[in-house]
């Protein structure tokens, strides 16, 4: 079987990494693809948001099974064209990637199949929501409707900042289209979680759950970044929270799909929070999370291609989903300034070396410069590793970590504390 994975980061790359694993799989390209991939996939200078030439590509090569990586070729229907086409593609259409694609028509999915979440009102005009924050109290959170590249929430501690935050979006247009129509949301507080579901239009099936770290520098502090960090599974979810959520939002949500007729297999990424007054929605995504796939594919012990392929035929159930119990860690290094300004082209070391320590690197900024390895983006390089407890995950993680060296790279100290327990 030959298989075409979209996209270039390291979830990009833990997905070729699984993938490959299959038996059943001869073949992999990646549309771009990055430095790491290159042992086991062909990349080819695709661009990942040009839905009609990677169409053709797959047509072309024969493609047996297209995975989508990011959000954007998913929102802007390449799977509704890959569908056109006969072309075999995991992922949700165009109306199921609204799910990620649109802020205010998830809150109101939600709140159609009276799934859990924080409360909300949407604004299309700038006069309005502006009206909303004289009247209201700090904290508010502010989120653009479309996507934003994971920069389109906003959480601010007073009135001033949240009318600055909504004149960006909504006047300055700092974030174009995504952010002419804004949410303002109830601010909840609690510990979050991602749980990540294979839906085929009949059955779903979880990966572990896991957390991630979404702030540049430790105790959570800094700047939001796509990610600095995650471990897996969450110890703090009990038997009795999983079935809560599984009851009131996992199993609403899949009900949902089929009611407002959403067709196809895809995968969905609950972004949960933890508050007093039990779990809620924080969030969807209409794709895998990035850096969470770094950590639930090496504890998925089946085999993802057939997963994903059976999963497009509606034939989950035919096909064993079976999660290791044991923990993984994964600590990003990125480049010194992300996940503002940074340069790139520096020469990465230590690479063998953290593998020899039992580390698996997933590649994300990497690129090859005469025969070197060096940096190309604000994220660089997931370093992984897998252990009977989450301790030990961290401990080997860490020891990869401390060998891999580049100019200005850092990385958090303090992935996994959380689950420490
Ligand atoms: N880790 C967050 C995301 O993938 O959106």
Known sequence: MKVLVIGSGGREHTIAWKID???????IYAAPGNAGMKDIAECVPVDAEDKHALARFALEKEIDLTVVGPEGPLVSGIVDLFNEK???????????????????????????YRI??????AFDEHCFAQEAIDDGSPPFVIKADGLAAGKGVIICNSHAEARDAVDRMMKRSDFG???????????????????????????????V????????????????????????????????????IRIEIIERTFNG???????????????IILTEAGPKVLEYNCRFGDPETQVILPLFNGDLFEVLYEAVMQNLDTVDFENSTDSCACVVIASGGYPGEYKKGYEISGLKEADDRGCIIFHAGTAIDKGRTVTAGGRVLGVTAVARTLEDALNKTYNGVEIIKFKDCFSRTDIGKKGLI
């Not at 859990?116 to 009102?121: E, L, Q």
């Not at 700047?223 to 009795?240: Q, S």
């Open 21 to 27: 694993q299959s038996e059943k799989v001869d073949k």
């Open 86 to 112: 006969g072309l075999r593609i995991f992922g949700f259409g165009s109306k199921g990637a609204l799910l990620e694609g649109s802020k205010v028509w998830a809150k109101q999915f939600m709140g159609r």
């Open 116 to 121: 859990p979440t924080g409360g909300f009102t």
């Open 177 to 207: 289209k995504a952010g002419q129509r804004i949410i303002i949301e109830e601010y909840l507080e609690g510990p979050e979680i991602s749980i990540l579901a294979v839906f085929d239009g009949k059955d779903y099936r979880l990966f």
């Open 209 to 244: 759950p896991s957390q991630d770290h979404k702030r540049a520098f430790d105790n959570d502090e800094g700047p939001n970044t796509g990610g600095m960090g995650a471990y897996a599974p969450v110890p703090f979810l009990d038997h009795e929270l999983s079935e809560k």
């Open 257 to 271: 799909i089929q009611q407002e007729k959403i067709k196809g297999a895809g995968l969905v990424y609950f972004g």
